[in-house]
C-alpha cells in the first residue's frame, strides 16, 4: 500500500478445482539475516585483524587460527589447521604433561580462564616462548572448543631470566662481602 517493495513467499495448495495461495511476509526476516550477516562480517574482521594471535583447538588440533597468530609462529593457516598443537612443541616429557594438565584443569572447570606458557617451535627452528590466555567456549557448530589468545612473550622471559641472573649474582657478591666483613 505504501509502495515499498516487500519479499513474500507463496504456498500453492490445490482443493478440488481451486487454488489457494498463503503468502508469508518474509521481509522482516530477510532484513534481520542480513544485520546478522553485516555483524559476523564486522566481528570477523575484527578478529583477523588483531593484535593478538588467537587459535581454537578442540581434541588437542587446531580448529581456527588467525593470521596473527600464523605471524607470530610462522606457520600459515594450511600448515596448522588440523595438526596436533602438541607438534609444535618442546616434546621434552615434562613440558607435555604440563600442557596436558594444564588443559585437563581447563576442562574441569569450563567457566575458568587459564593462563599459562609453552615453548613453541617455529616454522624457522627458532624456539620462542608463548604467553597463552585459554578458555573453553561453545564454537559456530555448537560443540565446546578451547579459544586461545597468544602473545610472543620470549624477550621478556629472556628479561626475567637475566634479571633473575642479576639477583642471584648480586646476592652471592653481597654474601661474599658480608663473609669478608665478618673475617675482618
Known amino acids: 500500500k ?10 500453492v495448495t490445490v482443493v478440488g478445482d481451486d487454488l489457494i495461495i498463503a503468502w508469508t511476509d518474509l521481509t522482516d526476516i530477510r532484513q534481520q539475516e542480513q544485520v546478522l550477516r553485516e555483524s ?4 570477523r574482521n575484527m578478529v583477523e585483524q588483531t593484535i593478538s594471535g588467537i587459535f581454537v583447538r578442540r581434541d588437542g588440533r587446531y580448529i581456527y587460527v588467525n593470521p596473527r597468530f600464523c605471524e607470530i609462529v610462522g606457520w600459515s593457516q594450511d600448515e596448522l589447521l588440523g595438526q596436533d598443537v602438541l607438534k609444535f612443541t618442546n616434546s621434552d616429557p ?11 584443569e581447563l576442562e574441569s572447570n569450563p567457566s575458568a580462564s587459564i593462563n599459562y606458557s609453552m615453548p613453541f617451535l617455529r616454522k624457522d627452528g627458532q624456539l620462542i616462548e608463548v604467553g597463552l590466555t585459554a578458555k573453553v567456549i561453545t564454537w559456530d557448530d555448537g560443540l565446546p572448543a578451547t579459544i586461545v589468545m597468544a602473545q610472543d612473550i620470549t624477550e621478556r622471559k ?5 634479571i633473575a641472573a642479576y639477583v642471584k649474582q648480586l646476592e652471592s657478591s653481597m654474601r661474599g662481602t658480608l663473609q669478608a666483613v665478618a673475617n675482618m
Not at 40 to 43: C, H, I, P, T
Not at 158 to 162: I, L, S
Open 40 to 43: 559476523e562480517k564486522r566481528f
Open 158 to 162: 629472556r628479561a626475567q631470566d637475566q
Open 94 to 104: 615434562g613440558n607435555i604433561e604440563r600442557i596436558r594438565t594444564i588443559w585437563a
Open 2 to 11: 505504501d509502495g515499498g517493495a516487500r519479499i513474500a513467499q507463496g504456498t
